[in-house]
Nanobody, 134 residues
Framework: QVQLVESGGGLVQAGGSLRLSCAAS????????MGWFRQAPGKEREFVAA????????YYPDSVKGRFTISRDNAKNTVYLQMGSLKPEDTAVYYC???????????????????????????WGQGTQVTVSS
């Protein structure tokens, strides 16, 4: 079974940058799709980024496109989320997630923006808090 542990969250000023890491266990990590989601108080879980097994394909919703970058290092069993130009509205608990059943993430277009359903990801980390101050 794949297990995920996020790290790298913290407090950052608006306009700043932060890199989140997700350490994974399990021999199948290099052959599964991965994603990042976030959840702010009172809001539903929101898709942030997804990446295929090789790192060759990445997907972002309009809310973070151009500011966030997802990447993976399969040799280190780690996926990253590099966040730049952070805004107060980025404040949330960020979750790393795995879709062990697919090489590629399930991507849909919703309201003109890329979307990946949380239900497709069956393994989740514990979350890491990101707070962006104005």
């Amino acid at each position: 079974q794949v297990q995920l542990v996020e790290s790298g969250g913290g407090l950052v000023q608006a306009g700043g940058s932060l890199r989140l890491s997700c350490a994974a266990s399990g021999r199948t990590f290099s052959r599964i799709a991965m994603g990042w989601f976030r959840q702010a108080p009172g809001k539903e879980r929101e898709f942030v980024a997804a990446i295929d097994w090789s790192g060759g394909s990445t997907y972002y919703p309009d809310s973070v496109k151009g500011r966030f970058t997802i990447s993976r290092d399969n040799a280190k069993n780690t996926v990253y989320l590099q966040m730049g130009s952070l805004k107060p509205e980025d404040t949330a608990v960020y979750y790393c997630a795995a879709d062990p059943r697919h090489l590629h993430p399930d991507i849909e277009v919703k309201g003109g923006s890329y979307y990946s359903p949380p239900d497709e990801y069956h393994v989740w980390g514990q979350g890491t808090q990101v707070t962006v101050s104005s």
